[in-house]
């Protein structure tokens, strides 16, 4: 009998840490997919990020390195630079890849690196308790802005991805969300096509993953997804920005 | 007048600054430091302070943003731990040889890798050639102590340093302690009204911060910078004895824990000297002549009072939980055996490096390096100068 679901081979048994209703173990399951689907698993190695997926390197059955918080981009571009044969992804929270790691970010796209990243966008700094992240919304409340975001004092929202898509050396931008079925298949697409420019050597591929951190918004894993298709859905367009048509 | 409360390290911390009331604040968040931002943010959001609150990028703005405010006349705080304090380095040396006198609580964290959020020294000593004055503490009380006095050392006039205040992460950040906090108008009046001499936008001054500096001058001021240290010395005592009117509490660079009589010796810093202090009176129980040298200021260093202090002293251990990789020990042996060198001392000294990464150092283990002292006092040997304390081997 052919096996309809199970766990990917790209995943270790090893049980997620993640709190009740994190969409990080979600993402983390679509990207082995995505690596099994490719039958690449031999060939990828993927890097951590310092924050909740921290332990990401236990739960991917793929060579793996820690970064120092931020600065995975600029630890894959050594790594694909021996490897250019080899798949390269990195996978990052928004204070990784969009706060302290900023640099290492736009850089590693204007140079046109040939990895993959994988950008979960939560609107908070999950692991350190909730403080506000460049992505938190206006008038959002974290731990360092009781009252919420106001943007007079903290400015407005960073779209990391609208701003990617600006550079020549990032050819594949999509913003997906894990929110409901349909629109984790749509995510799991993009993610496949972040994968595959790489393997066609076309330049940098982002994917930022609207994702939820029930513990930190103060709410449960149901309203929290409705928290997300509501608040951040608007104010972060889903869809490809940026494409190249020699993937499809 | 003052209160007593029970408070955590960072909360200690916390209050300090909202007592001090800083112009600005620019912090990026790291455990073990993340409670004393939040809980800032709070008394922002309250009202409580007139801060200007900067929720930067990462740490490396937080201190140049520091820079950029106390350069314009403003008190300015961060605070950080580990990795944020490795992240601020080039900004550290140019907030010190600028003269800045940025206050900084450092929550002491390992320092990666590997990757740990546990208590050592590892980040803040990395930082002891930086250029900034370096305290440290035993409990919340004296961390709560230290950041009301910072501006005070640092602003003087004869110094105008940045000031770094440790304090142990998660056994001071984390735990509840009883201790006094000062009434918010005594901490205003201790700490006075910031004149600073030299600030951007003084129309009638007008100057340049942080120009090129080459084969003309740059030895000048760096040689200032080494006077201006010498100079905190003094200051410290000064500010600490001012403090002492004030709360009776304190002492100006140590305190000294049964040391007069002692014959065998601990020099130590941080939470582990209350750890030592309980040794100590266990050790006399058994009629042992054990003491405690519990160091306070680090940076400067004051050797002198320090060789002074243990000149009863036959045999000396002293714990670092820091690594320098030097292979001769750690960084508060190196310093100390050099003082003792100085004061032409016949001090046998050896070096204990212990709490790595947070790994726990009890009082028997304390006993034990009292009982190895003991050895070396009867057998006049010395089998290994450098140990490691409860690690596996
Ligand atoms: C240099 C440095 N500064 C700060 C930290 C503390 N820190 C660890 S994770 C994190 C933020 C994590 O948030 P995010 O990247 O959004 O990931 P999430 O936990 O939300 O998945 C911070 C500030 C650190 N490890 N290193
Ligand atoms: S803190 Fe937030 S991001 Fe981290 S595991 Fe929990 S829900 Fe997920």
Redesign the interface.
Known sequence: MEELAGRPKSLTEQEFHYCPGCTHGIVHRLVAEVIDELDIQEQTIGIAP?GCA?LAYDYFDLDML?A???RPPAVATGIKRVHPDKVVFTYQGDGDYA??G?AESVHAASRGERITTVFINNAI?GM??G??A?TTLEGQKA?????GRDTK??GFPLQMSEMLATLEGAVYVARVSVDTPQRIKQAKEAIKKAFKVQLKGLGYALVEVLSTCPTNWGLSPQQALDWLEDNMIPYYPLGELKSVGEVE | MSNQVALTGNEAIANAMRQINPDVVAA????PQ?EI??IF??FV?DGEVDTD???V???HSAMSASVGASASGARAMTATAA?GLA?MWEILYIAASTRLPIVMPVVNRAL?GP?NIHCDHSDSMGARDSGWIQLYAENAQEAYDNTIQAFKIGEHEDVKLPVMVNMDGFIISHAVENFNILADEDVQEFIGEYNPEHTLLDAENPITVGPIDLQDYYFEHKRQQSEAVKHAKKVVAEVAEEYNELTGRGFSYFEEYKLDDAEVGIVALGSTTGTAKAAVDNLRDEGIKAGLLKLRLYRPFPAEEITEALSNLKVLAVLDRAETFSDTGGPVFADIRSALYNADSEIEAVNYIYGLGGRDTQVDEIEAVYKDLQDILESGEVEERVQYLGVRE
């Open positions: 310092v921290v820690e120092a918080h931020g706060s302290i900023t700094y350190t308790g403080q506000m460049p731990t360092t802005a009781p009252r004092e903290a | 990026y968040p790291i455990t993340t931002v939040q943010s709070q959001a609150f900067v929720t990028e990462s740490e990795n992240l990666s990757i």
